[in-house]
């Protein structure tokens, strides 16, 4: 299934699924990323990591190791 | 009796503008008991008995890092008389999520819409009646900024308090509030009336700190569990996710009829950050932004203060000035030299960097404050993670080149708790300013090259480098270090124009607190380390003070003597070597003057003098014992400022103890290997201590080497998801 890792940049995509559990997944959650909510992705840093994505109107940074757990449709 | 009001919001939602104009000038700055993280209480302004106690920024209530459970233990256990919940009107459903949240404890609440001014320029609209009715609780619109609504907002929050107005949670889709009840009902005796929906959730979330708060059993667990897996199964997800979820969506519905954001189309903020940031200009600006901080803070106008305050205002006006003063009053020499090198000394010592640090925190200020901050744990994220620390470690190395007080100091700006310590243990491997004499000293000595040679001090900053990737990845993997890498789900606020008052404040604040809690440990140090140096034994009888031309005949020196045998197998057991190394912890270029008193070239004498170099090369006539030597200095415990700042940051003893024996150990290992690999390799045969070096190189390299074995763990639970 196609994560948020894969999605391009400039590209919008709708979060369907969050995998993984514990600190990481209610920290993603936290910050807003929950079902059905649309992320953009902005841009990646100047070393190809980590990448910087804009949710519920504002803009964030995760690794890509991380987005990995986030399952876009 | 006294009022007392906490301040929670978000990050970047300007918690410190609403703070500072709250307090005024009445703060006080410390840190939670027994954490790095920092507490502010003040008074608010022209009420002596309100108390308004600023809350770390947080996004949320969990369990999982230090700020959020310092918080959530504060508001449940401390109980203030009120909240003032502060939110971002320009970033308002996700600063709704932590409200959510705070309302469930059930305290008397506030909620000031900040950024009002923002909001408006944007063209965005909020009706804050609707709203306010939502969220069962009053709501002010703010502008800290400008200082608007500040007035209302606290004088709304000591009313809230004096009415004791119980707040109401919001409420959860049926479903939800049924299981909620059900463990309400199951658990009644367990926890009282007041937090009854907080308790509530943070059971069915499973939150294993009020697991352990309510002193739940083994058996309570399991029907918890039944009780909780029934709706996790049924709605297909862990119930974590399944209360963030629900808050969201309470957000959603809440927002729709009160909230109307005009569409944007690009931000100077966005701007600024499609250049800032890109692909190809993101490292050039970065390296220009550190090399100005670096050339104002480090190399010209932080050196040019700090020179100013230890040589001249110190060193030639007030030293001579109070040591002439002391003679015409006829004082003894012990006490001249007691006042004038003991303590002055040591207390200019902490004042010397005072200015100094004043310029840095100015310019971290004025990143923290614009936003380049977050950028610079953006772009640098990726090379330190590999081992260990955050992409915002970089700054405190930078710093710390120059001085390494201000660059333990500037570990502030690391979230993380792990991460911020291992860059305080680690950031003084960077040879500091003080340090360079020594590097020059030992250069001289052992190769008769001057320090001005091109490839000299590169050469040590990089050995420094070499010595904190080695010392991360180690640390990295021992079970203090160990455990999830720290999220990186960061948020990269707007740009603007830092606020001056703000970044005073800041400015301020963080000088005062060093001088003051730094300041203790220094002193005391400097007049144990000035006792020891100058009372001793002239043949053979204690004729107490002796001045410091005569060190050898010191306690000391005698203590050296002692001890110099620990030394040996690093090459440089001789008693000289080890004064000049315990000289070294009340400042690092004190070694050079140590030397100069102990060969009887005087004090003044220069690093750069070849009499130095030459008495220095026939104590220690090996070329493996001069670097040792100098590896050893260089890397073990650093000047007695910068422990006063690891005790000051690390706000623990626990953990500054750690660092320096930490350092002290590594740095005593490394310089082992050196001088037992060169004395093998220049034919010094194979003895104990070649065996022993061997033995430390193989520890090391498996430390270095072997499995994470913290990793596991992870790797299970990520197995057991898919």
Redesign the interface.
């Known amino acids: 299934m196609k994560t948020l890792r894969d999605v391009k940049c400039g590209e919008t995509a709708v979060v369907a699924k969050?995998?993984?559990?514990?600190?990481?997944?209610?920290?993603?959650?936290?910050?807003?990323?929950?079902?059905d909510?649309e992320i953009f992705v902005r841009?990646?840093?100047?070393?190809?990591?980590?990448i910087?994505i804009t949710v519920?109107?504002?803009?964030?940074?995760?690794?890509k190791s991380?987005a990995e757990n986030i399952l876009v449709k | 009796m006294s009022i007392k009001i906490a301040l929670a919001g978000n990050p970047n939602c300007g918690k410190t503008t609403m703070f500072n104009e709250l307090t005024g000038s009445t703060q006080y700055v410390g840190n939670w008991p027994g954490v790095t993280v920092e507490k502010k209480e003040g008074k608010l302004k022209g009420h002596k008995d309100v108390i308004i106690t600023d809350l770390p920024g947080i996004y949320s209530l969990s369990p999982y890092t230090m700020e959020e459970v310092i918080s959530r233990n504060y508001l449940l256990h401390e109980a203030p008389d009120a909240i003032i919940n502060l939110i971002d009107g320009t970033n308002l459903e996700r600063n709704l999520y932590l409200t959510t949240q705070l309302l469930e404890i059930g305290l008397p609440m506030v909620v000031a819409v900040n950024m009002m001014d923002l909001v408006r320029k944007n063209g965005d609209k909020i009706d804050m009646k609707k709203l306010s009715n939502q969220l069962g609780c009053p709501i002010v619109e703010t502008s800290a900024l400008k200082g608007q609504g500040v007035k209302e907002v606290a004088e709304m929050a000591i009313s809230a308090a004096k009415e004791k107005k119980a707040i109401s949670a919001v409420s959860f889709s049926a479903e939800i509030e049924k299981v909620l009840a059900e463990i309400n009902s199951t658990f009644a005796g367990k926890f009282s009336k007041g937090n009854q929906k907080w308790y509530a959730v943070k059971l069915f979330e499973r939150d294993e700190k009020i697991l352990e708060e309510l002193k739940f059993s083994e058996s309570d667990k399991k029907q918890l569990h039944t009780i909780v897996a029934a709706v996790e199964d049924e709605l297909e997800d862990d119930s974590e996710s399944i209360i963030t979820n629900e808050r969201y969506n309470w957000i959603g519905h809440a927002i729709k009829g009160c909230y109307v954001k005009k569409k944007q189309k690009m931000t100077t903020s966005d701007k600024i950050d499609r250049i800032v940031t890109s692909r190809i200009l993101g490292l050039p600006i970065f390296v220009v932004v550190m090399s100005l901080v670096y050339i104002v803070a480090v190399s010209t106008v932080g050196s040019l203060v700090t020179d100013f305050t230890n040589d001249t205002l110190f060193g030639e006006w007030i030293q001579p000035g109070a040591e002439s003063l002391l003679v015409a009053v006829g004082a003894q020499d012990w006490l001249v030299s007691l006042v004038v090198s003991g303590i002055i000394g040591g207390v200019g010592a902490i004042l010397g960097f005072v200015p100094q640090m004043i310029v840095l925190f100015l310019l971290l200020s004025v990143l923290e404050d614009c936003g380049y901050m977050a950028r610079v744990a953006f772009i640098m994220d990726r090379i330190f993670r590999k081992f260990g620390l955050s992409g915002k470690s970089f700054i405190p190395m930078l710093i710390g080149s120059g001085c390494g007080v201000p660059g333990i100091m500037a570990t502030r700006t690391i979230e993380n708790e792990k991460d911020r310590r291992m860059t305080i243990i680690t950031t003084t491997f960077i040879p500091c300013g003080a340090k360079m004499p020594i590097i020059a000293l030992i250069m001289g000595a052992a190769f008769g090259t001057e320090m001005s040679t091109w490839w000299v001090t590169p050469i040590f900053y990089f050995m420094g480098v070499v010595c904190i990737v080695i010392a991360g990845i180690i640390l990295k993997k021992t079970k203090w270090f160990a455990g999830d890498p720290a999220p990186f789900v960061m948020e990269l606020p707007q740009y603007h124009v830092p606020f001056w008052k703000n970044v005073g404040f800041h400015t301020w604040e963080r000088a005062k607190s060093f001088i003051i809690k730094a300041g203790t440990i220094i002193f005391l140090s400097s007049v144990v380390v000035w006792f020891l140096s100058s009372f001793g034994w002239v043949d053979g009888k204690f004729v107490g003070y002796i001045s410091d031309e005569f060190m050898d005949d010191s306690i000391l020196a005698k203590i050296g003597n002692g001890i110099a045998w620990i030394f040996g197998p690093l090459g440089f057991g001789t008693w000289q070597a080890t004064v000049g190394t315990i000289m070294g912890l009340v400042a690092k270029e004190n070694v050079i003057s140590t030397f100069g008193v102990l060969f009887g070239l005087g004090g003044e004498i220069g690093e750069d003098d070849a009499g130095l170099w030459n008495q220095f090369a026939i104590m220690l006539p090996h070329i493996h014992q001069q670097i040792a030597f100098l590896a050893f200095n260089l890397l073990c415990a650093p000047c007695f400022a910068a422990i006063g700042a690891i005790r000051r940051e690390m706000n623990s003893l626990k953990w500054t103890s750690f660092a320096l024996v930490f350092q002290t150990v590594f740095a005593y290992l490394i310089a082992l290997m050196i001088n037992q690999f060169g004395a093998l390799l220049t034919g010094g045969g194979f003895g104990v201590g070649t065996v022993a070096a061997f033995l430390i190189l193989i520890v090391m390299v498996y430390l270095l080497v072997r499995p994470d074995p913290n990793k596991r763990k992870l790797n299970t639970v990520a197995a057991a998801n898919l």
Do not use: N
């Open positions: 969050l995998q993984g559990e514990g600190a990481l997944k209610r920290r993603i959650m936290d910050m807003g990323i929950t079902k909510v841009k990646m840093a100047p070393l190809g990591d980590p910087e519920r109107g504002y803009e964030l940074s995760i690794r991380e």
